[in-house]
């Protein structure tokens, strides 16, 4: 699985109001979020200029501030966009019947894995990204993080309790608690990933995790 949406294209700059699509939504906002997602995806937020989300798309500074009052705004506006894209990717994988609870998780690590290496380790997760910045982050981007990595852990968990029901791992297991070092050690591989320009840490912490699973 892909760790960001698909990539956007550049549209060419254009002057006075952005445009509005037929649904209502402005195709230059769209556009705007897009590389956001992009860039972070990279970057951090501290690190990244308005400037360079503004090349990429090709409009002018009074657009951006046409749809967003400030930079705390677009990216609060950011973390919403890909915490429910994430979560509708973790949503096709882990509510998958067609395959045993934990092979769903096995999945969505391994189309993870395949995703990072799709861009050469470029990329990895803007949450997380995020997350690693909360020294300079705005509280309320803090909080707004810490709600989305807990939906997250939420859905692994629901397939943990279903790997329990099944007798895939202990009837005494807390499903809660795994998730929640799922969601740690992941990103932590993640991170280290990134730094090696390889899967190897993926695949360590995956084979870790799974080997501690009570069964």
């Known amino acids: 699985m892909d760790l960001q949406p698909p990539a956007s294209t550049a549209t060419p700059r254009r002057r006075g109001r952005p445009p509005k699509s ?31 989300i503004l090349s990429r798309v090709g409009v002018p500074k009074g657009s951006f501030y046409h749809f967003f009052n ?3 705004a677009f990216g609060a506006a950011l973390i919403e966009r890909y915490a429910g894209y994430f979560a509708r990717k973790l949503d096709r994988f882990l509510l998958d ?5 934990l092979q769903r998780l096995r999945n ?29 982050l705005p509280d309320a981007l803090r909080l707004q993080l810490s709600a989305v990595f807990a939906d997250w852990e ?17 009837a005494d297991a807390d499903c809660q608690r795994l998730a929640n070092c799922f969601w740690i050690g992941w ?22 995790f799974f080997a501690g699973l009570p069964r």
């Open 22 to 52: 037929a649904n209502g939504f402005s195709e230059t906002r769209e556009a705007l979020l897009r590389a956001g997602v992009e860039v972070l995806t990279e970057k951090g937020f501290s690190a990244t200029g308005i400037d360079q």
């Open 70 to 72: 400030s930079k705390e």
């Open 97 to 101: 019947e067609s395959q045993p609870p």
């Open 108 to 136: 969505f690590v391994a189309d993870a894995a395949d995703g990072m290496a799709r861009f050469e380790f470029r990329r990895g997760c803007l949450v997380g990204n995020l997350g690693q910045e909360t020294a300079s």
């Open 154 to 170: 939420s859905h692994v968990a629901a397939c943990l309790e279903a790997a329990r029901a099944g007798g895939a791992i202990a």
């Open 187 to 208: 990103e932590g591989a993640v991170l280290r990933a990134k730094l090696e320009a390889s899967n190897r840490p993926l695949e360590v912490f995956t084979d870790f």
